[in-house]
């Protein structure tokens, strides 16, 4: 069956530093990928999404790259800032239009 | 504008009760969805509307849960005969359109909780 890992559960970087999240996948060829932020009590908010026969996209600090050979896609936030702390999710379509969601990375950023 | 709604924010039940959950999606969307959220987890796919199809719902953990959608406006998903293992976070999202692509737009959920 479908799987999604995200390697860590938790990430914690010093503001000013590049945060660097993993999301792996098995068993899948996804047509794209998708990252979102979801802070604490709140839905998930989409960030970036990432096509199959795309190797980066980059949003203001936000860089995602996706490689369907390994089968990863890294996120990356550079410059990082206390206010990017949250939970990180990535996921992937599945049938129809719903999505699987990764566990998610939760990144704290100290000051 | 309003984003998605969801009511109530917060449901706590005995076991065995019947709850709803409601959802309100962004006007003009015509795709909904519910996920399930447990405590560490990531989000789990329960059921998808789009316009006047017959929804997919492939996700749905048990016949004990089942969701309505009234054209392309509210749904309330309602869990009968409550169990502990229901406590989670229900989470709602609408997109424009069922493009596979299309961003999907969450509410802040409701947290039930069943004792």
């Known amino acids: 069956s479908q799987k999604i890992e995200q390697n860590s559960e938790a990430l914690n970087i010093q503001e000013g530093k590049t945060a660097t999240l993993t999301c792996n996948y098995t068993?899948?060829?996804?047509?794209?990928l998708q990252w979102y932020r979801q802070d604490p009590g709140r839905g998930p908010v989409f960030l970036l999404l990432i096509r199959e026969n795309e190797k980066e996209k980059r949003k203001e600090r936000l860089k995602v790259t996706f490689d369907t050979t390994l089968k990863q896609s890294l996120f990356h936030i550079t410059a990082s800032q206390p206010a990017d702390s949250a939970t990180y999710l990535c996921a992937l379509p599945q049938a129809g239009t719903a999505l699987i969601f990764g566990k998610g990375t939760t990144l704290s950023v100290s000051s | 504008g309003a984003g998605v709604s969801q009511s109530p924010s917060n449901k706590v039940t005995e076991k065995g009760k019947d709850v709803e959950l409601r959802c309100d999606p962004i006007?003009?969307?015509?795709?909904l969805y519910w996920y399930r959220q447990r405590l560490g987890q990531g989000l789990e796919f329960l059921i998808y509307f789009q316009g006047n199809s017959a929804p997919d719902k492939s996700g749905l953990p048990s016949d004990r849960f089942s969701a309505e959608r009234t054209g392309e406006s509210v749904s309330t998903l309602t869990i009968q005969r409550t169990q502990q293992e229901d406590s989670a976070v229900y989470l709602c999202?609408?997109?424009?359109?069922?493009?596979?692509?299309?961003?999907?737009?969450f509410g802040p959920g409701t947290r039930l909780t069943v004792l």
């Open positions: 068993n899948y060829s996804p047509a794209y």
């Open positions: 006007s003009g969307h015509t795709a």
């Open positions: 999202a609408s997109s424009l359109a069922p493009r596979s692509t299309d961003t999907q737009y």
